[in-house]
């Protein structure tokens, strides 16, 4: 099927073609999930749980309804604390178009932690296809992680929706290294009061690689926080649209929201393309928004350059030290061992082998 996905939650110009995006020809014949590591104080199920709004958009819901699979629940019952992670693998066949429908739920004062990653072979081509819904109940939390290290030949659609109900957290990492063009949706629904959303985005561009992301913070309850920061890196004829927004929605009084972009460009061909909102319909709340973009400053490379690193060294290091930076927010070793192997060239070995 064809989709459109990633709505900008108001439009701008129609000529800057930001308001949306197209997929066309989209296919889901199986699924990726192969490898599961599940702590014992989660429970598996079919899942039961309500629509929740997600980031792509309606698309994604219909495309999940065409392919006939099932959604599957990981559950963390209400009180317990778990600090082993829930692991989930997808490996992605080559000429294969998978989906994989999961659904996290953390009840009242529960804490869990879930790593995807998302990996095939250098070589391989075809769809990968995740939707994530996330519900975090009262006084819990809930901490997401996932990782794309597939190979460049991979369209992926990962998306991602989620709701907190009062004094409840959800803390994401998303970490995107591999795939040809990447699209990426995230919506957060902050229904309770008090309830809060960290999200730390990493990537690393190269050759003509895409990514196209729309991440929105929604504000509903009193005293919500959002705090959203992305840092990449854009190499060669890489691109990078993001829209972030933060909507405080009536009702959402004493809220604070926050994004902050960080971007390196080392090429003379990447296209970046950023479009930041703050949407409000609330009088006592704060929004902000922050970037840093362009190149490295003279004086931080003439200091690298005179201890004998040169400029391409420099642009090297800097690059991964913005990866390295959000991989150590990922709350989970063997996730930031994994990241850390594909920054170090080992990236289909270690993501086959993690996978």
Not at 65 to 90: C, D, H, N, T, V
Not at 114 to 129: I, K, L, P
Not at 229 to 246: C, M
Not at 323 to 331: D, F, L, M, R, S
């Amino acid at each position: 099927m064809d989709m459109k996905i990633n709505f900008l939650p108001a439009k701008t110009w129609n000529w800057l073609r930001m308001n949306e995006t197209e997929v066309k020809q989209v296919k889901a014949d199986r699924q990726a999930l192969e490898k599961e590591e599940i702590p014992e104080t989660f429970a598996v199920e079919a899942s039961t749980l309500e629509p929740i709004k997600t980031g792509m958009g309606p698309d994604m819901d219909k495309l999940a309804e065409q392919s006939g699979f099932a959604a599957k629940a990981y559950r963390m019952p209400a009180g317990i604390k778990e600090a082993a992670a829930l692991r989930l693998g997808f490996v992605c066949k080559d000429q294969t178009a998978s989906l994989d429908l999961i659904d996290l739920i953390a009840e009242e004062n529960s804490e869990m932690t879930v790593v995807m990653d998302y990996a095939s072979d250098a070589d391989a081509e075809g769809f990968c296809s995740v939707r994530t819904r996330v519900k975090v109940g009262k006084g819990a939390l809930l901490r997401l992680v996932q990782i794309d290290c597939l190979g460049k030949g991979f369209r992926v659609l990962n998306d991602v929706g989620s709701i907190c109900e009062d004094q409840g957290r959800i803390e994401m990492v998303h970490i995107f290294l591999g795939g040809g063009k990447i699209y990426q949706g995230c919506q957060t629904e902050l229904l309770g009061n008090e309830s809060s959303l960290q999200s730390d985005i990493g990537y690393l561009l190269q050759d003509d690689q895409r990514l196209d992301m729309n991440y929105v913070a929604l504000h509903e309850g009193k005293r919500t926080n959002s705090e959203i920061n992305a840092s990449g890196v854009l190499k060669d004829a890489s691109s990078k649209l993001f829209r972030g927004t933060i909507d405080f929605q009536h009702g959402s009084a004493e809220s604070v929201g926050a994004e902050k972009e960080d971007v390196l460009l080392m090429g003379d061909d990447v296209v970046n393309q950023t479009i930041p909102l703050i949407l409000c319909a609330e009088e006592d709340v704060k929004g902000s928004h922050g970037a840093s973009i362009g190149q490295l400053d003279e004086e931080t490379l003439f200091y690298m350059q005179a201890r004998g690193i040169s400029e391409e060294q420099a642009y090297a290091l800097m690059a991964d030290a913005r990866i390295e930076a959000v991989c150590q927010k990922i709350p989970d070793e063997t996730a930031q061992k994994l990241v850390k192997a594909y920054l170090g060239g080992d990236a289909a070995d270690e993501c086959e082998k993690n996978s």
